[in-house]
């Protein structure tokens, strides 16, 4: 079982940077797939950005260009580096872990002010 904290989330104005970390009980270099959802009041939960043990990395539509995922296997971290925030990136934004299962934390939110 995979136990993941985030943190680093609050409250930021348009156009500012936050970045997530989201501390992993495992081995990141050891799991097969991790990134960051995120889910928005009334809305769907829908995947941010991930990687995977090779590197590779999704994003979604609206945040390319503006958020960065990356993993660090010295602190074990998951991590999300958000630029140019916009309001509709207002969200609680939840760390995910593939191990087999897939694992999440409890989420931290996000609050961009226009």
């Known amino acids: 079982q995979v136990h993941l904290v985030e943190s680093g989330g609050g409250l930021v104005q348009a156009g500012g940077s936050l970045n997530l970390s989201c501390a992993a009980s495992?081995?990141?270099?050891?799991?097969?797939?991790v990134g960051w959802y995120r889910q928005a009041p009334g809305k769907q939960r829908e995947l941010v950005a991930q990687i995977t043990l090779s590197g590779s990395t999704n994003y979604a539509d609206s945040v390319k260009g503006r958020f960065t995922i990356s993993r660090d296997n010295g602190k074990n971290t998951i991590d999300l580096h958000m630029n140019s925030l916009k309001s509709e990136d207002t969200a609680v934004y939840y760390c995910?872990?593939?191990?087999?299962?897939?694992?999440w934390g409890q989420g931290t939110q996000v609050t961009v002010s226009s």
């Open positions: 995910f872990a593939d191990q087999g299962p897939r694992y």
């Open positions: 495992e081995w990141v270099f050891r799991i097969n797939s």
